[in-house]
């Protein structure tokens, strides 16, 4: 049973903008959870992007402060992570997680999540 499928990656070039999706199941009870992206780039560890938990809270990674933004539409089930001025270095594959923990330390440990997508490939050329 799929929870979260990923849509959006492709190519991309250096300075340019793509929008991932993520949807999920309606058995997912997706408005009461928290929800976020990992990305994970060749031969190294799963990162946080960013994450919305289900009170509001949000918060990015550093790395793309200003540069990503992550959302949310709880009547579409759906999370998005709109990725703009995009560099050689945000290649990676991308995945959506979920997880019934709303306390904010936790929400940045890819260990807290209990729900994970298959993962979507982004590719930025220079």
């Known amino acids: 049973q799929v929870l979260l499928h990923e849509s959006g990656g492709g190519l991309v070039e250096s300075g340019g903008s793509v929008r991932l999706s993520c949807e999920a199941s309606i058995s997912l009870d997706f408005s009461r959870r928290s929800v976020a992206w990992f990305r994970q780039a060749p031969g190294k560890a799963r990162v946080l992007v960013g994450v919305?938990?289900?009170?509001?809270?949000?918060y990015h990674a550093k790395s793309v402060r200003g540069r990503f933004t992550v959302s949310r539409d709880n009547d579409k089930n759906t999370l998005y992570l709109q990725m703009d001025s995009l560099k050689p270095e945000d290649t990676a594959v991308y995945y959506c997680?979920?997880?019934?923990?709303?306390?904010?330390?936790?929400?940045?440990?890819?260990?807290?999540?209990?729900?994970w997508g298959q993962g979507t490939p982004v590719t930025v050329s220079a």
């Open positions: 919305i938990s289900w009170s509001g809270y949000v």
């Open positions: 997680a979920a997880t019934i923990m709303e306390r904010a330390t936790l929400l940045t440990e890819s260990e807290t999540y209990e729900n």
